[in-house]
Protein backbone atom coordinates (compact mmCIF):
# COMPACT_ATOMS: atom_id res chain seq x y z
CA UNK A 1 0.00 0.00 0.00
CA UNK A 2 1.48 3.26 -0.91
CA UNK A 3 1.19 6.46 1.91
CA UNK A 4 -2.01 7.80 0.61
CA UNK A 5 -3.74 4.79 -0.41
CA UNK A 6 -4.03 3.36 3.20
CA UNK A 7 -5.60 6.86 4.27
CA UNK A 8 -8.87 5.63 2.22
CA UNK A 9 -9.04 3.17 4.77
CA UNK A 10 -10.12 3.77 8.72
CA UNK A 11 -10.37 2.18 11.95
CA UNK A 12 -13.01 -0.48 12.31
CA UNK A 13 -16.26 0.79 14.49
CA UNK A 14 -14.80 -0.59 18.04
CA UNK A 15 -11.41 0.97 17.90
CA UNK A 16 -13.08 4.60 16.83
CA UNK A 17 -15.59 4.13 19.77
CA UNK A 18 -13.33 3.45 22.47
CA UNK A 19 -10.50 5.99 21.64
CA UNK A 20 -13.14 8.46 21.39
CA UNK A 21 -15.04 7.37 24.84
CA UNK A 22 -11.42 6.95 26.70
CA UNK A 23 -10.36 10.35 25.66
CA UNK A 24 -13.64 12.00 26.88
CA UNK A 25 -13.20 10.24 30.02
CA UNK A 26 -9.33 11.32 30.23
CA UNK A 27 -10.78 14.97 30.17
CA UNK A 28 -13.51 14.66 31.83
CA UNK A 29 -11.73 12.72 34.80
CA UNK A 30 -8.66 15.86 34.89
CA UNK A 31 -11.24 18.49 35.13
CA UNK A 32 -13.51 16.79 38.04
CA UNK A 33 -9.85 15.87 39.46
CA UNK A 34 -8.51 19.45 39.38
CA UNK A 35 -11.81 20.53 41.47
CA UNK A 36 -11.95 17.91 44.35
CA UNK A 37 -9.66 20.25 46.55
CA UNK A 38 -11.96 23.25 45.67
CA UNK A 39 -14.88 22.00 47.18
CA UNK A 40 -16.03 22.43 50.70
CA UNK A 41 -15.47 19.47 52.89
CA UNK A 42 -18.45 16.84 53.62
CA UNK A 43 -20.68 15.84 51.51
CA UNK A 44 -19.75 17.75 48.23
CA UNK A 45 -16.30 16.87 48.20
CA UNK A 46 -16.92 13.68 48.99
CA UNK A 47 -19.62 13.16 46.11
CA UNK A 48 -17.23 14.33 43.75
CA UNK A 49 -14.16 12.13 44.63
CA UNK A 50 -16.60 9.45 44.63
CA UNK A 51 -17.56 10.22 40.89
CA UNK A 52 -13.71 10.78 39.99
CA UNK A 53 -13.09 7.12 41.56
CA UNK A 54 -15.63 5.20 39.96
CA UNK A 55 -15.52 6.98 36.62
CA UNK A 56 -11.71 6.33 37.10
CA UNK A 57 -12.44 2.26 37.46
CA UNK A 58 -14.60 2.29 34.00
CA UNK A 59 -11.73 4.23 32.39
CA UNK A 60 -9.58 1.40 33.51
CA UNK A 61 -11.62 -1.40 32.43
CA UNK A 62 -12.09 0.08 28.74
CA UNK A 63 -8.48 0.86 28.75
CA UNK A 64 -7.28 -2.37 29.73
CA UNK A 65 -9.94 -3.80 27.13
CA UNK A 66 -8.74 -1.27 24.37
CA UNK A 67 -5.68 -3.04 25.21
CA UNK A 68 -7.12 -6.06 24.10
CA UNK A 69 -8.76 -5.33 21.30
CA UNK A 70 -5.95 -3.56 19.94
CA UNK A 71 -3.46 -6.21 20.28
CA UNK A 72 -6.49 -8.89 18.95
CA UNK A 73 -9.31 -8.20 16.36
CA UNK A 74 -8.33 -4.21 15.96
CA UNK A 75 -7.53 -2.78 12.64
CA UNK A 76 -4.21 -1.59 12.53
CA UNK A 77 -2.78 1.43 9.47
CA UNK A 78 0.33 1.90 8.80
CA UNK A 79 1.30 6.16 9.95
CA UNK A 80 1.24 8.40 7.09
CA UNK A 81 4.73 9.42 7.43
CA UNK A 82 7.64 7.68 6.76
CA UNK A 83 11.21 6.41 8.14
CA UNK A 84 11.50 7.91 11.71
CA UNK A 85 8.37 9.87 11.53
CA UNK A 86 6.34 6.53 11.71
CA UNK A 87 8.50 5.09 14.43
CA UNK A 88 8.12 8.24 16.66
CA UNK A 89 4.43 8.09 16.09
CA UNK A 90 4.38 4.44 17.28
CA UNK A 91 6.13 4.86 19.65
CA UNK A 92 4.11 8.12 20.80
CA UNK A 93 1.20 6.09 20.79
CA UNK A 94 2.68 3.78 22.51
CA UNK A 95 3.80 6.30 25.39
CA UNK A 96 0.01 7.61 25.48
CA UNK A 97 -1.30 4.13 26.51
CA UNK A 98 1.60 3.73 29.30
CA UNK A 99 0.87 6.85 30.53
CA UNK A 100 -2.98 5.95 30.77
CA UNK A 101 -2.21 2.97 32.13
CA UNK A 102 -0.06 4.35 34.99
CA UNK A 103 -2.61 6.93 36.03
CA UNK A 104 -5.26 3.92 36.58
CA UNK A 105 -2.40 2.27 39.02
CA UNK A 106 -1.16 5.01 40.29
CA UNK A 107 -5.04 5.79 41.07
CA UNK A 108 -6.12 2.45 42.44
CA UNK A 109 -3.04 2.77 44.54
CA UNK A 110 -3.94 6.08 46.21
CA UNK A 111 -7.38 5.00 47.07
CA UNK A 112 -5.90 1.62 48.97
CA UNK A 113 -3.34 3.62 50.67
CA UNK A 114 -5.30 6.58 51.59
CA UNK A 115 -8.35 4.67 51.98
CA UNK A 116 -12.05 6.07 51.03
CA UNK A 117 -15.36 7.05 52.15
CA UNK A 118 -17.57 6.40 49.21
CA UNK A 119 -20.54 8.66 48.49
CA UNK A 120 -20.96 8.05 52.60
CA UNK A 121 -22.51 4.61 51.26
CA UNK A 122 -19.66 2.72 52.26
CA UNK A 123 -15.80 3.09 53.39
CA UNK A 124 -12.75 1.47 51.42
CA UNK A 125 -10.72 0.80 54.18
CA UNK A 126 -6.61 2.73 54.13
CA UNK A 127 -3.76 0.52 54.20
CA UNK A 128 -2.19 3.30 56.76
CA UNK A 129 -3.97 6.11 57.53
CA UNK A 130 -1.48 7.91 59.78
CA UNK A 131 0.81 8.09 56.89
CA UNK A 132 -0.23 11.70 55.65
CA UNK A 133 3.35 12.41 53.45
CA UNK A 134 2.85 8.96 52.29
CA UNK A 135 -0.68 10.00 51.20
CA UNK A 136 0.54 13.33 49.84
CA UNK A 137 3.07 12.03 47.66
CA UNK A 138 0.90 9.33 46.47
CA UNK A 139 -1.84 11.96 44.66
CA UNK A 140 0.87 14.78 44.42
CA UNK A 141 2.55 11.57 41.33
CA UNK A 142 -0.72 10.54 40.25
CA UNK A 143 -1.44 14.28 39.81
CA UNK A 144 1.55 14.63 37.64
CA UNK A 145 1.09 11.65 35.50
CA UNK A 146 -2.54 13.10 35.46
CA UNK A 147 -0.69 16.39 33.82
CA UNK A 148 1.97 14.24 31.79
CA UNK A 149 -1.19 13.28 29.90
CA UNK A 150 -3.27 16.37 29.36
CA UNK A 151 0.39 17.93 27.66
CA UNK A 152 0.87 14.60 25.36
CA UNK A 153 -2.84 14.53 24.64
CA UNK A 154 -2.50 18.20 23.67
CA UNK A 155 0.47 17.99 21.29
CA UNK A 156 -1.21 14.46 19.50
CA UNK A 157 -4.58 16.59 19.11
CA UNK A 158 -2.39 19.44 17.64
CA UNK A 159 -0.52 16.88 15.33
CA UNK A 160 -3.93 15.69 14.45
CA UNK A 161 -5.51 18.72 13.64
CA UNK A 162 -2.55 19.54 11.38
CA UNK A 163 -2.99 16.25 9.53
CA UNK A 164 -6.60 17.49 9.25
CA UNK A 165 -6.50 21.18 8.27
CA UNK A 166 -2.64 21.88 6.58
CA UNK A 167 -1.68 18.26 5.00
CA UNK A 168 -5.72 17.36 4.27
CA UNK A 169 -4.76 13.74 4.43
CA UNK A 170 -7.73 12.40 5.83
CA UNK A 171 -6.09 11.45 8.74
CA UNK A 172 -8.78 12.29 11.57
CA UNK A 173 -11.08 11.30 8.83
CA UNK A 174 -10.42 7.81 9.77
CA UNK A 175 -10.42 8.13 13.80
CA UNK A 176 -14.14 9.33 13.36
CA UNK A 177 -16.10 7.06 11.01
CA UNK A 178 -15.99 3.60 10.12
CA UNK A 179 -15.94 2.25 6.44
CA UNK A 180 -16.80 -1.22 5.60
CA UNK A 181 -13.01 -1.21 3.70
CA UNK A 182 -11.57 -0.97 7.09
CA UNK A 183 -12.03 -4.99 7.82
CA UNK A 184 -9.46 -5.64 4.68
CA UNK A 185 -6.95 -4.13 6.91
CA UNK A 186 -6.88 -6.44 10.23
C1 LIG B 1 -7.55 12.38 25.98
C2 LIG B 1 -7.56 12.40 24.70
C3 LIG B 1 -6.92 11.39 23.76
C4 LIG B 1 -6.22 10.23 23.99
C5 LIG B 1 -5.87 9.60 25.34
C6 LIG B 1 -5.87 9.68 22.69
C7 LIG B 1 -5.13 8.51 22.50
C8 LIG B 1 -4.85 7.95 21.27
C9 LIG B 1 -4.10 6.73 21.06
C10 LIG B 1 -3.49 5.89 22.18
C11 LIG B 1 -4.07 6.50 19.72
C12 LIG B 1 -3.41 5.31 19.03
C13 LIG B 1 -4.51 4.36 18.61
C14 LIG B 1 -4.03 2.97 18.35
O1 LIG B 1 -3.44 2.70 17.31
O2 LIG B 1 -4.28 2.11 19.21
C15 LIG B 1 -4.79 7.57 19.06
C16 LIG B 1 -4.99 7.69 17.71
C17 LIG B 1 -5.55 8.79 17.09
N1 LIG B 1 -6.08 9.90 17.71
FE1 LIG B 1 -6.20 10.21 19.69
N2 LIG B 1 -6.36 10.51 21.71
C18 LIG B 1 -7.02 11.57 22.31
C19 LIG B 1 -7.63 12.62 21.72
C20 LIG B 1 -7.65 12.86 20.36
C21 LIG B 1 -8.18 14.04 19.71
C22 LIG B 1 -8.81 15.23 20.47
C23 LIG B 1 -8.00 13.88 18.37
C24 LIG B 1 -8.36 14.80 17.22
C25 LIG B 1 -8.52 16.08 17.28
C26 LIG B 1 -7.39 12.57 18.16
C27 LIG B 1 -7.09 12.01 16.94
C28 LIG B 1 -6.52 10.78 16.73
C29 LIG B 1 -6.27 10.20 15.42
C30 LIG B 1 -6.61 10.82 14.07
C31 LIG B 1 -5.67 8.95 15.64
C32 LIG B 1 -5.19 7.95 14.57
C33 LIG B 1 -3.76 8.25 14.26
C34 LIG B 1 -3.20 7.31 13.21
O3 LIG B 1 -3.94 6.59 12.58
O4 LIG B 1 -1.95 7.30 13.04
N3 LIG B 1 -7.17 11.99 19.39
N4 LIG B 1 -5.24 8.46 20.02
C1 LIG C 1 -7.62 9.41 33.22
C2 LIG C 1 -7.72 9.07 34.48
C3 LIG C 1 -7.54 10.03 35.63
C4 LIG C 1 -7.19 11.37 35.66
C5 LIG C 1 -6.88 12.28 34.47
C6 LIG C 1 -7.15 11.76 37.05
C7 LIG C 1 -6.82 13.03 37.51
C8 LIG C 1 -6.77 13.43 38.83
C9 LIG C 1 -6.39 14.74 39.29
C10 LIG C 1 -5.96 15.91 38.41
C11 LIG C 1 -6.48 14.73 40.66
C12 LIG C 1 -6.22 15.90 41.61
C13 LIG C 1 -4.93 15.71 42.37
C14 LIG C 1 -4.66 16.85 43.32
O1 LIG C 1 -5.25 17.91 43.21
O2 LIG C 1 -3.80 16.69 44.18
C15 LIG C 1 -6.93 13.41 41.06
C16 LIG C 1 -7.15 13.01 42.35
C17 LIG C 1 -7.48 11.73 42.73
N1 LIG C 1 -7.74 10.67 41.89
FE1 LIG C 1 -7.60 10.67 39.87
N2 LIG C 1 -7.48 10.68 37.83
C18 LIG C 1 -7.72 9.60 37.00
C19 LIG C 1 -8.06 8.32 37.37
C20 LIG C 1 -8.23 7.90 38.67
C21 LIG C 1 -8.51 6.54 39.08
C22 LIG C 1 -8.63 5.35 38.12
C23 LIG C 1 -8.60 6.54 40.43
C24 LIG C 1 -8.87 5.39 41.38
C25 LIG C 1 -9.43 4.26 41.07
C26 LIG C 1 -8.36 7.89 40.90
C27 LIG C 1 -8.35 8.31 42.21
C28 LIG C 1 -8.04 9.57 42.67
C29 LIG C 1 -7.99 9.95 44.06
C30 LIG C 1 -8.27 9.06 45.27
C31 LIG C 1 -7.64 11.30 44.11
C32 LIG C 1 -7.44 12.18 45.37
C33 LIG C 1 -8.69 12.95 45.62
C34 LIG C 1 -8.52 13.93 46.76
O3 LIG C 1 -7.82 14.94 46.60
O4 LIG C 1 -9.08 13.68 47.79
N3 LIG C 1 -8.15 8.70 39.79
N4 LIG C 1 -7.08 12.63 39.92
Same mark, same amino acid.
Given at each position: ????????????????????????????????????????????????? #???????????????????????????????????????????????? *???????? #??????????????????????? *?? +??????????????? *? +????????????? *?????????????????? #???? #?????
Amino acid at each position: MNPSEHLLHTYDKKTIVLHWVVAFLVVGLWIAGQCIDLLPRGFPRITLR #SFHITFGVVFGLLLIYRIFWRRSGGVHLPTPNNGWLTRLAKYFHVFLY *ALMLSIFI #SGVVAVWYRGVNMFDLFKIPAFD *AE +NKEMRKLLVFIHEWI *A +NAIMLSVSLHTLV *ALWHHFKLKDGLLQRMWT #SKST #SHEQK
